[in-house]
């Protein structure tokens, strides 16, 4: 059993039970040795727990919780967060491994992984320049999840695997190069993730929006294009709900700066959401936002 397949091994009232103790933040760690955990779980009372780990493997697990059936609530609720904290790829160390590392070296890297032919498709998107449409790259995403969930299939047991599944697009989506194309499939794969209506994903979608925020916000940036930004805002109003309130905020702050010819259009956009679907956090904000558009357009 491992911090990605314990989800398989776990009766699934015990595996509900601990997720919402980690959702909840009553499982914590206090100190790790040599590849032992050892955390604390807030209960009626202050359990212990000692985990032990050999890469993602669980090699050992106990609690001092009266629990004897198994591996219990609190044990689970530690793997949730050992999964976050241990097993999770750090982009930032990654980052700092590459940038040590010489362009012939860089080039050699990619060629290497290129031979790998599950690895090509994933770079090869990363270098697509054929701007296809919203609609188009959307559909598309939206078929890449049904074809691995579908719609009606996704529960506890699946969620690991649904959320490697994010983090390989997430992935895809950092590194195209093309500013259009990084916009585009950004903002289909936080689209694609909302249409699963299962309350466990809703931490996942706003960890997904906040790792997609500087890349689709910075080609939004970039990009000094209004038809694509119209075409993203007939996008944003097909969204039934929002998962993603920051990352539409963030967005709806690029558009403000960036678009020209279509100010109106995006003051329209942004009065109506105003009245009919934001928060009151995110009131004062967008009051900004059309103050700045009324400037833009009288300047």
């Not at 809703?202 to 970039?222: G, K, Q, V």
């Amino acid at each position: 059993m491992n911090l990605y397949d314990f989800v398989d091994h776990i009766p699934n009232r015990i595996l509900d039970r601990g997720y919402e103790y980690w959702l909840d933040g009553r499982v914590v760690m206090e100190s790790e040795r040599e590849s032992t955990y050892y955390l604390t779980a807030e209960g009626a009372e202050t359990y212990e727990l000692l985990i032990t780990l050999s890469g993602i493997d669980i090699v050992d697990s106990s609690c001092d919780c009266p629990y004897t059936k198994g591996h219990c609530k609190h044990e689970v609720a530690a793997y949730f967060l050992l999964r976050e904290k241990v097993a999770a790829p750090s982009n930032r160390n990654v980052r700092q491994q590459l940038q040590k590392l010489t362009k012939q070296q860089l080039v050699n890297l990619i060629v290497g992984l290129a031979n790998d032919p599950e690895l090509y498709p994933r770079i090869a998107r990363s270098f697509d320049t054929s701007h296809k449409s919203f609609t188009q790259v959307i559909k598309e995403m939206r078929r890449r999840f049904s074809e691995k969930f579908p719609m009606f299939e996704l529960d506890y047991t699946s969620l690991s695997s649904f959320r490697s599944f994010v983090d390989a697009r997430v992935s895809d989506v950092l590194i195209v190069q093309d500013h259009e194309m990084r916009l585009k499939q950004g903002i289909a794969l936080m689209l694609g993730m909302s249409d699963y209506d299962f309350e466990e994903l809703s931490e996942m979608s706003l960890e997904t929006a906040n790792e997609l925020d500087p890349a689709i916000c910075s080609a939004i940036n970039m990009l000094s294009n209004d038809v694509v930004y119209l075409e993203l805002l007939d996008v944003l109003k097909s969204v039934d709900t929002w998962n993603w309130t920051d990352l539409h905020l963030e967005i709806l702050k690029s558009l403000t700066f960036e678009m020209k010819d279509g100010l109106d259009v995006l003051r329209i956009y942004i009065e109506t959401y105003r009245e009919t679907e934001a928060d009151d956090y995110e009131l004062e904000e967008l009051e900004v936002l059309l103050r700045i558009i009324e400037e833009r357009r009288d300047s």
